[in-house]
């Protein structure tokens, strides 16, 4: 990814968390991996100052007590949060799941390859757009006063 | 205009269009381009009725009349055009044009290399990302 920040998943299947870690590994991507089993957790990772906010978010959609969906409507209206790419990343080619998520303002919505070589290709075209992409400044306060001195400077 | 193609280009310098077009090709998009080279012609494209929504948008910042910024407000507050992923591709590297693009649901933002080579090498893996991932286009819901 762009910067050394953490990728937060959130996925409950510990099989498909594996996979993800061992892709991360094997494509060398350093950025530290925090894993969280629902959308709950996820926004009480989230939502905690004492953890470093994540660079992207890798979600799945298919899970207990808050799924993805449910995660992304909470997310998506708070302004700490909000700003944070969301990739999903999932075993639903539902039409429903597609349309709602992207209404939700992911930046991506990637069916999960079965096959090992197929998902670490699919990480690492994952991982080279988030490099070249840029991304918001972590801290929400110094990129407002950026913005504020931005337009007083006379945009 | 018509727009029923999928990917839409908004980019009113010439060359840069051209040099885009060009890269898209070269990364063997073989879906039309649309380029349109203001906001306004975007959404009028877009608003056209009867006609399909382009999968993604490429969109630069820097626009004559209505800015890149303020029309990511429209089309994010436009309930049959918000799930049309937007990627930003501009020369802007401003923190603030950065954070306010994110805060408004941009799906990335890519800045402009000045040669040839780095312009290609960005198109292919936008293509790349964009050929793995689905897209809403095709399960269009909203005709007006």
């Given amino acids: 990814m762009r910067d050394s920040r953490p990728v937060l998943l959130v ?58 969906t449910e995660f992304l409507a909470v997310a998506k209206t708070d302004p700490a949060i909000k700003k944070i790419p969301v990739i999903v990343l999932t075993t639903s080619s539902e039409e429903r799941d597609i349309v709602e998520s992207f209404r939700l303002n992911v930046a991506g919505y990637i069916i999960k390859p079965v096959d090992y070589k197929k998902f670490v290709e699919a990480v690492r075209t994952i991982d080279l757009y988030w490099t070249l992409s840029e991304l918001p400044k972590e801290k929400m306060e110094d990129a407002n006063a950026l913005c504020q001195a931005h337009s007083a400077g006379g945009r | 205009m018509p727009c029923a193609k999928p990917i839409l280009l908004v980019e009113d310098d010439p060359i840069d269009a051209l040099a885009i077009k060009r890269a898209l090709h070269a990364s063997n998009v073989t879906d039309t381009v649309v380029h349109v080279p203001c906001a306004r012609e975007a959404l009028a494209c877009l608003r056209s009725p009867g006609t399909d929504k382009p999968a993604l948008i490429l969109l630069d910042l820097n626009l004559p009349g209505t800015d890149g910024l303020e029309f990511l407000q429209i089309i994010k507050g436009d309930s049959c055009l918000m799930n049309i992923p937007i990627v930003v591709l501009t020369a802007s590297d401003e923190p603030c044009d950065i954070l306010r693009g994110f805060d408004l649901g941009i799906a990335g933002y890519m800045v402009k290399s000045s040669g040839y080579e780095g312009l290609l090498e960005t198109i292919r893996i936008i293509q790349n990302y964009w050929s793995l991932s689905q897209s809403p286009s095709h399960h269009a819901s909203c005709n007006s």
């Avoid at chain 1, 969280?36 to 007590?65: F, H, R, S, W």
Wanted: proline share 7%.
């Fill in chain 1, 11 to 68: 996925e409950d299947d510990s099989i498909d968390a594996m996979t993800v870690r061992r892709a991360f590994r094997d494509l060398k991507v350093t950025n530290p991996l925090k894993h969280t089993v629902n959308g709950e957790e996820a926004l009480a990772y989230l939502q905690d100052p004492a953890n470093d906010k994540p660079c992207v978010i890798l979600l799945d959609l298919n899970m207990p007590k808050m799924n993805g």
